[in-house]
Each structure stands twice: as C-alpha cells, then as structure tokens.
C-alpha cells in the first residue's frame, strides 16, 4: 500500500484514487455531491466559511475522454448512464459520467475482501445503484441502510483546506478517533507494477482536445500513439503524467528523443514555428 493509514488528501478524488494502489483498501465509505442542482457554501462568519462545492452538473464539467473510458472499461456502466439521459436530460448524465469514472477506481483500489458504503438522496439513489451493480456486480450487492434523521450534527468534509483543518481538529479533539492524521495535498503516486500505458489514452486524448503534442494538428483517435515524453530508455516511467499524444509521423520524428528534441526537429522541419 502506497499511502499511509489516516490520510486526508484535499484534492480533486479522481487522480487521488488513481495514485493508489490497487486492492489495497479495506473500506469505502462516500458522501459525494447528490446531483442535487444546488451550490453549497459555508456561511460567512461560520468555522468552515471559505468551504463551498458545486452540485449542478453540465456535459462541460466532464472530461471528454471519461465518456470513452467508461464504455472501454465497463459496457454495462455505459448502457446505465445512457438511459438516465433519456428519461431524465444531460444533467442527470453528466452527473452519473462524474461519478462513473470514480466508481471504476474505487473498484480497482478495494480489496477483494473490502467493502463500500454509498451515501445519497432520492435524486440520484437508483441510477446510482445500477452504477454500482455495472461496476461491482450486482450479487456483491449487500443492503439498503435509510437514515434516520436526528438534530446531531456529523462531520463534514470538503476538499477546501480550511474544511480538513476542522475536520482534523474535531477527529483529534473532540472524537478522539485517531491519532495523529495526516494531511497531503499532492497526488499519491502507485508503488506497483502500473496498468498498460496503451489504457491512458482515451484520458490523454480528451486533455488534449484531439491535438498531437509535437504539431499541435487535430488527427482522429486512431491515429494517434501513446508516447513517453521522458523515453523509458532514459527512466521515464508509465505514470500518466509522463505520457502523451503524438500523431504518426511526430512519433517517429521523436523517436528515442526527449521532447525538446522533437519540438527542435519539428521547428528545423518547418513544421512548428
Ligand atoms: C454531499 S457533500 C458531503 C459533505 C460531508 N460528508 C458532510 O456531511 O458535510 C459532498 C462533498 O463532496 C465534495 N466533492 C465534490 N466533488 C469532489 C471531488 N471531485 N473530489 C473530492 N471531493 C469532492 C464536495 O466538496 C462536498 O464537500
Ligand atoms: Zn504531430
């Protein structure tokens, strides 16, 4: 296991959850946005001002490339969502492509043995639950827990800084549950052997807008190569942000070199300016 127990990351989940290392978590428990088609701040004044999350969704806050991952990865998960936009719009699948992509991780991150608590509304809850049962399978399905809601207040956390200080303070303080937490705010990187390099394409494709990363030139998806931009021969490594997209003919101009080599060809050529 690449992360240390009693770690609280402050960042966006997904690369979080794609630096860990696979099963290796023993539980997940997750209280993500509801699709609720609302903004949440603290109040001004309060301990947590400062703390605010997004929850309306649109096509724009997802990532191209998520679309094309979750359809290579998991054809059912990819049926699910289609259907929640045909009886509820794109919000709804916006929504579930957000969640989707997380989901696949935390079943790639979870032990064999582990187990997963989802926590939500009526608003999303059976979309959501065809999602899980796309990604966990759906005898690994154990039971349905319904609140019953009582004045007491839990914890809350947000991916704000300020909100995991007080989160830590009342851990420590007031539960007395743990001991010392850490909290980190870079991306964990896996210790283990790495997935193929060939999967990030879809991702890189959709960061890249479809542009090839020597002669900036839109080209198809087939046409482009997965490249290491520091080569392997001289200890680049598979992690996703060592890779990128060249079209054909700039990964052979590459070849063995480093990028400042391609772009420096690519300008001799003419290609670039
Ligand atoms: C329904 S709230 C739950 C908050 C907390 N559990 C509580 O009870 O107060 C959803 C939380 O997910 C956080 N969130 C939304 N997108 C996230 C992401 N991509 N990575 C990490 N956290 C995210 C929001 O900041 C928000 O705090
Ligand atoms: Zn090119």
């Not at 630096?19 to 997940?28: A, K, V």
């Not at 492509?97 to 979870?110: D, F, G, N, P």
């Not at 830590?168 to 010392?180: A, D, H, I, P, S």
């Not at 482009?224 to 990964?251: F, R, W, Y």
Request: charged fraction near 25%; charge should be positive; aromatic fraction near 6%.
């Amino acid at each position: 296991m690449n992360v240390q127990n009693r770690t609280i990351f402050s960042n966006d989940n997904l690369p979080v959850l794609r630096g860990i290392d696979t099963e290796t978590i023993d539980l997940i428990y997750l209280d993500p946005p509801f699709n609720s088609n609302r903004n949440y701040a603290a109040p001004i004044g309060s301990d947590a001002a400062g703390a605010a999350f997004k929850d309306t969704w649109t096509l724009s806050d997802v990532d191209n490339a998520w679309h094309g991952e979750i359809a290579d990865r998991e054809p059912a998960l990819s049926q699910a969502i289609h259907t929640s936009e045909l009886t509820h719009g794109k919000g709804m699948k916006s929504y579930l492509i957000m969640m989707a992509v997380r989901l696949l991780e935390m079943k790639r991150v979870l032990k064999k043995t582990g187990s997963i608590y989802l926590h939500c509304d009526p608003t999303a809850s059976h979309y959501l639950k065809s999602e899980m049962d796309a990604v966990f399978g759906k005898n690994n399905f154990r039971n349905e827990i319904v609140w019953q809601r009582t004045n007491t207040h839990g914890l809350g956390i947000d991916i704000s800084p300020r909100a995991v200080d007080l989160v830590r303070v009342r851990l420590e303080n007031e539960v007395g549950l743990f001991g010392k937490i850490i909290h980190r705010t870079d991306i964990p990187k896996r210790s283990e052997k790495l997935p193929n390099y060939r999967t990030h394409k879809h991702t890189l494709f959709g960061k890249q807008e479809g542009l090839c990363k020597g002669c900036k030139t839109q080209f198809p998806f087939r046409n482009m190569t997965v490249d290491h931009i520091v080569p392997k021969s001289q200890g680049g490594t598979d992690h996703e942000d060592n890779l990128q997209l060249l079209c054909g003919a700039c990964n052979s101009t590459k070849g063995q070199g480093t990028q400042a080599e391609l772009i420096s060809r690519l300008k001799a050529q003419g290609v670039l300016r």
